[in-house]
């Protein structure tokens, strides 16, 4: 299974956030507060179709808050989301909850903590969404579901629960729930960071097989080296703001603002 429009017409040269033509993705202005937290300040970014944003940055800087407001899971207090030039939110004022519905039709999160339904079995879990929220037909989801679980190996644990996965077939699992979606976006949480390290090479390269079939992605990620690879353009995210974003190997390696810089330090040679 893979995008229905993998193609990308955006020059992929073209930082600017704001503007970038043909994008899949705009966002413009995004600010979120919590009580007198704010946390997000005035961000913009795009994504163009298969193109894969990594965003990176300290814990607390804001990172899962753009995610979870672009996939209507928070509320933004003002600026836009536009996706495939079809849903457009200005949450300048509340959104409707068909405008809601549009918006969360179009992506799909892959959480940090999986969250999977307990009480469900695996096949249910995946089932869940494609056949009680878009009421899709259950056998046309059943054999997607089995194709996909089958992909990463697990179509054997259909029938498990997932107390009785380990921590990689469950993230597995949030995977494949998040591709019956049929997404035009794919959202992640730092897929890696609960998992045992001899198991986050295999969601690594899942996520990267998703990227080379043209899936358009946005990814939390303190992964350095992943996100020099997959990514199409990363940004660094502190304090609720963008603070740069570029090419991955140029900035990861050479970046322009000195936030980013100690940043990178730190988490290269955190002693």
């Known amino acids: ?12 040269t073209d930082r600017d956030a704001a503007s970038a033509p043909g994008a899949l993705l705009r966002v413009r202005g995004l600010r979120k507060s919590f009580g007198p937290n704010q946390v997000l300040q005035s ?3 795009a994504v163009g179709r298969g193109h894969v944003l990594a965003l990176i940055g300290p814990s ?3 990172k899962t808050t753009i995610l979870r407001c672009l996939n209507g899971l928070e509320l933004a207090d003002g600026g836009t989301i536009d996706v495939a030039a079809e849903v457009s939110l200005d949450f300048g004022t509340p959104p409707s909850k068909k405008q809601l519905a549009a918006l969360r039709d179009r992506s799909a999160m892959v959480f940090q903590h999986y969250n999977l339904f307990p009480h469900k079995t695996v096949l249910e879990n995946v089932l869940e969404g494609p056949v009680v929220v878009q009421r899709r037909p259950k056998a046309e989801v059943e054999a997607e579901a089995l194709a996909l679980l089958d ?6 644990k259909k029938d498990s629960y997932p107390f009785e996965l380990s921590g990689g077939q469950q993230q597995r699992v949030g995977i494949v729930r998040a591709l019956a979606l049929r997404p035009q976006l ?12 001899e198991l986050v090479g295999d969601i ?8 080379v079939e043209g899936w358009s992605m946005v990814i939390v990620t303190h992964e350095l080296e992943f996100a ?12 609720g703001r963008i603070v740069e974003h570029g090419d991955p190997k140029q900035m990861l390696r050479n970046p322009k603002e000195e936030r980013t810089r100690q940043f990178l330090h730190r988490l290269l040679f955190p002693f």
């Open 204 to 211: 690594l390269r899942l996520i990267k097989e998703l990227a």
């Open 43 to 45: 961000v913009d970014l």
């Open 186 to 197: 794919l959202l992640f949480d730092e897929p890696t960071s609960s998992l045992d390290p």
């Open 60 to 62: 607390g800087s804001g």
């Open 151 to 156: 992909r990463v190996g697990l179509s054997a």
């Open 1 to 12: 299974m893979s995008p229905t429009d993998p193609t990308d017409p955006t020059d992929s």
């Open 228 to 239: 020099r690879e997959v990514a199409t353009e990363v940004a660094f995210v502190d304090g």
